[in-house]
C-alpha cells in the first residue's frame, strides 16, 4: 500500500484528530514517538527494552491505551540502496506482532539515516532528555506525517 493510501486510511475519519504511536525497532531498544494528523508533529516519547527484538508488549499496550493511540507506524530500515538489512526481517516480525496483537492500522516507512540523524543531535537538548532511540522514532513518525502535508 502507497504511503499515500495509508495516510487517506489514516485520516478517513476527519472529525477527530487520529493519534499515531512511532517506532524505531531495535534488538534492545525500541524508540517510540508520539504524533497526531492536527499538529502534524512528533515528538520524543520514551524508550523500552527489548530482548532478541522482543519487547515487553505490556509496555507498548500501556502506551497504546493511555494515549488512545488510532494507528501505528514502524520505521522500515533499507541500505542506502534500498536493499534489505539483516534487521528488516526482524522489523518485518514486530510489524506482524502489532497487527496480531493490536486491531489497530500499522504502517511502515522507509526509515533510512533517522537513527544517524538523531545521533548528530545526540548533544541538543531533546536528544539528551529523550534518548537517541525515541528522537529517531520522532523522525520516522515525522517523516510519514509529513506526506501528510504532500497528499
Not at 502507497?2 to 525500541?30: P, Y
Not at 543531535?121 to 501528510?148: H, P
Amino acid at each position: 500500500m502507497s504511503i499515500s493510501s495509508q495516510i487517506k486510511l489514516a485520516m478517513h475519519d476527519s472529525a477527530k484528530a487520529q493519534v499515531v504511536l512511532g517506532f524505531d525497532f531495535g534488538m534492545k531498544r525500541i524508540g517510540i514517538a508520539i504524533g497526531d494528523t492536527v499538529s502534524l508533529s512528533a515528538k520524543p516519547l520514551t524508550t523500552i527494552h527489548a530482548t532478541d527484538g522482543i519487547p515487553n508488549w505490556g509496555d507498548i499496550s500501556e502506551l497504546i491505551q493511555e494515549w488512545n493511540i488510532d494507528c501505528l507506524v514502524v520505521g522500515m530500515p533499507y541500505q542506502l540502496d534500498g536493499s534489505s538489512q539483516d534487521i528488516t526481517l526482524s522489523v518485518n516480525k514486530f510489524i506482524n506482532r502489532l497487527r496480531a496483537k493490536y486491531t489497530l492500522p500499522v504502517y511502515s516507512i522507509d526509515e533510512r539515516m533517522t537513527t544517524k540523524i538523531a545521533k548528530l543531535e545526540i548533544q541538543s537538548k531533546m536528544t539528551t532528555m529523550y534518548g537517541v532511540d525515541s528522537v529517531a522514532a520522532s523522525l520516522i513518525l515525522q517523516a510519514w506525517l509529513n506526506r501528510v502535508i504532500e497528499n
